[in-house]
């Protein structure tokens, strides 16, 4: 079993940056990778970014260019640091990782609003 906690969250005017971090139980994103995700009211769960076990990194196309996804393999912890932030990417974001189990992590609240 592994237990993820999201930290970071928060309420941030338009263009302006947030970090969410994820502590890990044990180190799984440096095995396995990892993967936010977010839900905004009303809308399904969706895909932000993943980093892989050997490091590399997809965004979906709403946040390339503002988002970058990394990890700290000593600290078992992954983040997402989230730049020029818009009103559309208020959610509650989750962070994921997998080895035969899926794991989750208890979401944590991002509001962009003026």
């Known amino acids: 079993q592994v237990q993820l906690v999201e930290s970071g969250g928060g309420l941030v005017q338009p263009g302006g940056s947030l970090r969410l971090s994820c502590a890990a139980s044990?180190?799984?994103?440096?095995?396995?990778?990892g993967a936010w995700y977010r839900q905004a009211p009303g809308k399904q769960r969706e895909f932000v970014a993943r980093?892989?076990?050997?490091?590399?990194?997809a965004y979906t196309d709403s946040v390339k260019g503002r988002f970058t996804i990394s990890r700290d393999n000593t600290r078992n912890t992954m983040y997402l640091q989230m730049n020029t932030l818009k009103p559309e990417d208020t959610a509650v974001y989750y962070c994921?990782?997998?080895?035969?189990?899926?794991?989750w992590g208890q979401g944590t609240q991002v509001i962009v609003s003026s």
């Open positions: 044990r180190n799984i994103f440096g095995a396995y990778g």
């Open positions: 980093i892989s076990g050997g490091g590399g990194t």
């Open positions: 994921s990782a997998a080895d035969i189990y899926a794991y």
